[in-house]
């Protein structure tokens, strides 16, 4: 693999870097969605994905951005006037429960200072409070990519478990990069998206659907049409979909993972923990402060302080003229941090290249503030 033609290096947290075999794949012939070629394109994007979830259930696959994927998990398995519990540790939890909202459910949000993960003992002693099981479901952002934090999901996903509330996972930022294992933690829905770290353009939402999910779809009244995952389970079943699918994106999927797939997931986990590991101390070896909990520091994007006086925005202006892009900071944190983001088809010597250019930057800028006060 090597990685697309392209004049500058994306530091950011996706769309991130698309290797050329992906690009290529994207490049065949288009076909009849409903022919058994598109089957044999479906069968393999759906298997792939299954092992890449961990999960002998059944995926499916949206022409949607992630927030497509995120507001067809609410409608699906929901009515109007159902309890959500929307866990939220950041910017990406706080739209998994606007969402929620925006379509009628009772939303209470259990949010935790942005920055820091989800602290077990106050969600399990919430659940514990809803002794009628009042609550239906339980939103939960794996890696919350606004704050480059990590929940602990297996401890979560059995806190909510004992409890018996459906358990949607926000996995956008962390599939094909993290360990997740939907059905040993008995995850109900998970949602990511081709732009993370699937290694493909922006353009697909990808979910995985337990049993218990379908139950609740079947029986929940919330208006929906073009996101209803009946429709798509019907087909499903055919290898079809009920409307048209982006099957050149779907092309690129298939090779995505199955490049995936070849590296293998340990493999793929343990090269994203250590560009990860080589993110921060370079960081912080430039004096840098690491914005997160320590315990939970996301192994896909790394949020970080700038040094006193300079602006996360002039960082980023000055790292774009040497030709990286890195992530600023969202909704409160905007002029508090940036972002630099290490996922998908990302090597070390992608983030050294950043770290080297981010030195000079540094080193000019503190002369800047130096000078002029
Ligand atoms: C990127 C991201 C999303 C949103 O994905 P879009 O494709 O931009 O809609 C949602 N959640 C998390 C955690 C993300 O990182």
Redesign the pocket.
């Given at each position: 693999m090597t990685a697309a033609q392209t004049t500058e290096t994306l530091l950011i947290?996706?769309p991130t870097p698309v290797p050329a075999t992906v690009t290529s794949a994207m490049t065949a012939a288009m076909i009849n969605h409903r022919s058994e070629s598109f089957t044999e394109l479906a069968t393999a994007v759906h298997t792939g994905l299954q092992a890449v979830f961990q999960t002998e259930q059944e995926t499916i696959v949206l022409p949607a951005?992630?927030?497509g994927g995120?507001e067809s998990v609410i409608v699906n398995l929901l009515s109007p006037g159902d309890r959500v519990l929307a866990v939220t540790i950041g910017n990406?939890g706080e739209r998994f429960a606007d969402i929620a909202e925006t379509y009628g459910a009772a939303v209470e949000r259990l949010a935790f200072p942005w920055g820091e993960a989800v602290d077990c003992d106050r969600l399990a002693a919430r659940l514990n409070e809803d002794r009628n099981g009042e609550i239906k479901l339980v939103l939960v952002?794996h890696?919350?990519?606004s704050t480059g934090v990590t929940n602990p999901l297996p401890d979560i996903a059995a806190i909510v478990r004992r409890h018996g509330a459906l358990l949607a996972v926000?996995a956008?930022?962390s599939l094909a990069a993290v360990n997740f294992r939907f059905d040993e933690w008995q995850i109900d829905v998970a949602v990511s998206?081709s732009?993370?770290a699937l290694m493909c353009p922006?353009g697909l939402a990808v979910l995985a659907i337990g049993e218990r999910a379908w139950q609740a779809a079947a029986q929940a009244t919330m208006p929906r049409y073009y996101f209803d995952w009946q429709g798509y389970r019907k087909s499903f079943h055919n290898r079809h979909t009920p409307y048209t699918p982006a099957v050149s994106l779907m092309y690129g999927l298939r090779e995505a993972l199955r490049d995936i797939l070849d590296e293998g997931l340990p493999t793929v986990f343990a090269r994203h923990a250590a560009v990860a590991e080589l993110c921060r101390q370079g960081s912080t070896d430039l004096g840098l402060e690491l914005f997160a909990d320590p315990r939970y520091l996301s192994e896909t994007v790394t949020a970080l302080r700038p040094p006193a006086g300079v602006s996360p925005a002039l960082i980023r202006q000055r790292m774009r003229q040497r030709g990286f892009v890195l992530a600023g900071g969202q909704g409160q944190l905007k002029d508090e941090i940036f972002r630099i983001g290490h996922l998908g088809y990302i090597r070390e010597q992608d983030v050294q290249r950043g770290l080297d250019a981010l030195k000079t930057v540094l080193a000019e800028l503190r002369e800047e503030v130096a000078v002029n006060g």
């Amino acid at each position: 693999m090597t990685a697309a033609q392209t004049t500058e290096t994306l530091l950011i947290p996706g769309p991130t870097p698309v290797p050329a075999t992906v690009t290529s794949a994207m490049t065949a012939a288009m076909i009849n969605h409903r022919s058994e070629s598109f089957t044999e394109l479906a069968t393999a994007v759906h298997t792939g994905l299954q092992a890449v979830f961990q999960t002998e259930q059944e995926t499916i696959v949206l022409p949607a951005a992630g927030t497509g994927g995120m507001e067809s998990v609410i409608v699906n398995l929901l009515s109007p006037g159902d309890r959500v519990l929307a866990v939220t540790i950041g910017n990406f939890g706080e739209r998994f429960a606007d969402i929620a909202e925006t379509y009628g459910a009772a939303v209470e949000r259990l949010a935790f200072p942005w920055g820091e993960a989800v602290d077990c003992d106050r969600l399990a002693a919430r659940l514990n409070e809803d002794r009628n099981g009042e609550i239906k479901l339980v939103l939960v952002t794996h890696n919350e990519t606004s704050t480059g934090v990590t929940n602990p999901l297996p401890d979560i996903a059995a806190i909510v478990r004992r409890h018996g509330a459906l358990l949607a996972v926000d996995a956008v930022s962390s599939l094909a990069a993290v360990n997740f294992r939907f059905d040993e933690w008995q995850i109900d829905v998970a949602v990511s998206g081709s732009q993370k770290a699937l290694m493909c353009p922006p353009g697909l939402a990808v979910l995985a659907i337990g049993e218990r999910a379908w139950q609740a779809a079947a029986q929940a009244t919330m208006p929906r049409y073009y996101f209803d995952w009946q429709g798509y389970r019907k087909s499903f079943h055919n290898r079809h979909t009920p409307y048209t699918p982006a099957v050149s994106l779907m092309y690129g999927l298939r090779e995505a993972l199955r490049d995936i797939l070849d590296e293998g997931l340990p493999t793929v986990f343990a090269r994203h923990a250590a560009v990860a590991e080589l993110c921060r101390q370079g960081s912080t070896d430039l004096g840098l402060e690491l914005f997160a909990d320590p315990r939970y520091l996301s192994e896909t994007v790394t949020a970080l302080r700038p040094p006193a006086g300079v602006s996360p925005a002039l960082i980023r202006q000055r790292m774009r003229q040497r030709g990286f892009v890195l992530a600023g900071g969202q909704g409160q944190l905007k002029d508090e941090i940036f972002r630099i983001g290490h996922l998908g088809y990302i090597r070390e010597q992608d983030v050294q290249r950043g770290l080297d250019a981010l030195k000079t930057v540094l080193a000019e800028l503190r002369e800047e503030v130096a000078v002029n006060g």
